[in-house]
C-alpha cells in the first residue's frame, strides 16, 4: 500500500539493463512540497530512477505512481504531473526563449488565454524576461538550465526532477541555480533533485537519499545531519553499503540490506 | 489527459520549419549537395546525348534519395543533440503525432529541394523536366522516402554510426519506391502514351500509403525504449 498523503509512490521498483539489474525492488515515499536530494556513486541506478519516474524508460517491474495515476498503466496522465531539468537544455537552439517556451505549453495543451501570461511570469521567476526574444543557442549554460527550470515547471507539475542539473555550471551559475531552485522550492513544488554536489544538495534539499548499486543505502532528513557532516555520512553510507542507521530518518528505508 | 492530436503535430511542423527558416540548416546543405550532383552528373554524361536523356530521371532521384538522407540525419541529429527528443517524450502525447509532425517538416523540405532540381535537371540536361505528371511523381516519391526515413532516422539517431546507418537501412527500403519513380518518370519525359505507365504512380500510391501506416504505428515503439 502507498502512503496516501504522498505524491509519488513507488514500489518494488526494479530495472534490469542486459541482465544486469541497476534498480533493486525499490520503494519510496515522496510527499508533498518535500525537496529529495539523491546521491550516490556513478552507476548507483540515481538517473535510472528519475528517468523511470519520467516515464522516458519503462521499468521491469514494480509500480510508480504520481498523484494518484500510474506508470505505465497511465503513462499520459503521469506525464502531465511531471517536469524535468536534465543535464543536457532539451530546448532547440534556434528558437527563442519566448518561441521554446511556446511550443512547449502547446505540447502541454495550456490554454491559449493563459499561455502568454504564464510564460511571462515564468520567465520572470528565472530572471530571464530580457532575454525573451534572443535564441537559446546564445544563452551561457547557466542560461539554459533556468530557462529549462522555466521550460519543466510550465505545465504545473505536482513533482519536478533534476537529473545532474549542476553538471558543467560555474561556481556563479550554480548559485544562481540554486537560487531559482530554491525560489521553486518555497512555492510548494515537490522535487528530487540527483547530484553529485553534496554541499548543494545540503542547501536545496529537506530529505537526502543515497542509492548503492541500486538500493536506497540511506534515507534522512537534510535536516538531521549537521553542517558539513553530509560528505562523512555519505562516505559511511557508501562503504557500509545499506548498514546505515539513524534515529532521525525522514522516512523509512525500506529496502532490506541484502 | 492528452494533448490533442493535431495540435501536437502542428506544432512539430511549425517548431522545426520556424528553426529551419531562420538556421537553414537542412536547406543550405541539401540543396548544395543536390546542386552539385546534377552539376556533376551533367558534365560526365556531357559526350552522350542519348545517355543523358534516358540517365536524367535516375540522376534526379538518386540526387533525391541522397539530398533525404542527408536531411533527415540532421532533422533527427537536432532532436538528439540537447536531449530534446526526451523533453518530446516527456509531454502527455500521442507518439504518432510526433512522427506526423516531424514527417511533415521532413517532407516539406525535401520536396522543396526536388522542385528546385527541376528546373536545374531542365537547364542542363536540356529536358522538359517542369510537367504536371513529373511534379506528382515528385511528390509521391519524396513522400514514401520521407515516411521511411523519418521513422529509420529515429532508430539510427540513437546509434553511434547514424550518418552510415541510415544510407544502408534506407536503401534497401526505398527500392519499391525508387524504381516505381524512375521507371515512371522516364516514361513520362519520353512521352510514351499514359497506359504504359500509370501502373508506376499506382504502385508508389499504394508503397506510399503501405510505409505511411507501417510508419505511424510503429514509430511510438522505435522512439522508446
Request: net charge neutral; hydrophobic share 50%; glycine share 6%.
Amino acid at each position: 500500500m502507498s502512503d496516501s498523503s504522498a505524491v509519488l509512490s513507488i514500489r518494488e521498483l526494479v530495472k534490469v539493463y542486459d541482465f544486469v539489474p541497476v534498480l533493486r525492488q525499490l520503494d519510496l515515499d515522496v510527499a508533498q512540497s518535500d525537496c529529495v536530494a539523491l546521491l550516490g556513486p556513478n552507476g548507483s541506478g540515481k538517473s535510472t530512477l528519475l528517468r523511470l519516474i519520467a516515464g522516458l524508460i519503462k521499468p521491469s517491474s514494480g509500480t510508480i505512481e504520481i498523484g494518484g495515476w500510474q506508470m505505465p498503466k497511465e503513462a499520459a496522465a503521469v506525464r502531465a504531473q511531471i517536469g524535468m531539468v536534465s543535464h543536457q537544455s532539451l530546448l532547440y537552439g534556434n528558437l527563442t526563449a519566448r518561441e521554446n517556451l511556446v511550443f512547449f505549453a502547446r505540447m502541454y495543451d495550456l490554454p491559449k488565454s493563459e499561455r502568454d501570461d504564464r510564460i511571462a511570469a515564468l520567465l520572470e521567476q528565472v530572471g530571464l524576461s530580457r532575454r525573451a526574444e534572443s535564441l537559446v543557442r546564445t544563452f551561457s549554460r547557466g542560461m539554459q538550465q533556468r530557462l529549462s527550470i522555466a521550460r519543466a515547471l510550465l505545465h504545473s507539475p505536482h513533482v519536478l526532477l533534476f537529473d545532474e542539473p549542476y553538471s558543467g555550471l560555474d561556481q556563479d551559475a550554480a548559485a544562481m541555480l540554486d537560487e531559482v531552485i530554491l525560489r521553486t522550492h518555497q512555492d510548494g513544488q515537490t522535487m528530487m533533485i540527483s547530484t553529485h554536489l553534496l554541499e548543494r544538495a545540503q542547501r536545496v534539499a529537506t530529505r537526502v537519499m543515497i542509492l548503492n548499486r541500486g538500493r536506497v543505502v540511506l534515507d534522512q532528513s537534510a535536516a538531521a545531519i549537521a553542517e558539513h557532516q553530509l560528505a562523512s555520512v555519505y562516505a559511511r553510507a557508501i562503504a557500509d553499503n545499506g548498514v546505515v542507521k539513524d534515529s532521525t530518518p525522514a522516512s523509512p528505508v525500506t529496502e532490506p540490506a541484502s | 489527459m492528452k494533448t490533442g492530436f493535431w495540435q501536437v503535430t502542428f506544432a512539430v511542423l511549425r517548431k522545426d520549419m520556424l528553426a529551419e527558416m531562420r538556421s537553414r540548416e537542412l536547406l543550405s546543405v541539401m540543396g548544395l549537395f543536390a546542386l552539385l550532383s546534377v552539376i556533376i552528373f551533367s558534365f560526365a554524361l556531357e559526350l552522350d546525348r542519348e545517355a543523358r536523356e534516358t540517365a536524367i530521371s535516375g540522376v534526379i532521384w538518386v540526387t533525391v534519395a541522397f539530398a533525404s538522407i542527408i536531411g533527415l540525419n540532421r532533422s533527427m541529429n537536432s532532436e538528439r543533440e540537447q536531449g530534446n527528443f526526451d523533453a518530446l517524450l516527456l509531454a502527455p502525447v500521442d507518439r504518432s503525432a510526433l512522427f506526423l509532425g516531424k514527417f511533415l517538416g521532413n517532407f516539406l523540405v525535401v520536396l522543396l529541394v526536388g522542385l528546385v532540381l527541376l528546373p536545374l535537371g531542365t537547364l542542363l540536361y536540356n529536358i522538359t523536366l517542369i510537367q504536371p505528371w513529373v511534379l506528382l511523381i515528385l511528390v509521391l516519391g519524396i513522400f514514401g522516402l520521407s515516411s521511411i526515413g523519418t521513422l529509420l532516422a529515429a532508430m539510427t539517431a540513437q546509434t553511434r554510426a547514424r550518418d552510415a546507418l541510415l544510407s544502408i537501412a534506407m536503401l534497401p527500403i526505398v527500392l519499391p519506391v525508387l524504381l516505381a519513380a524512375v521507371r515512371a518518370t522516364t516514361s513520362i519525359i519520353s512521352n510514351e502514351p499514359i497506359e504504359n505507365w500509370i501502373t508506376w504512380p499506382q504502385i508508389l500510391l499504394v508503397v506510399d500509403l503501405i510505409y505511411l501506416v507501417l510508419c505511424f504505428f510503429t514509430f511510438g515503439f522505435v522512439i522508446e525504449e
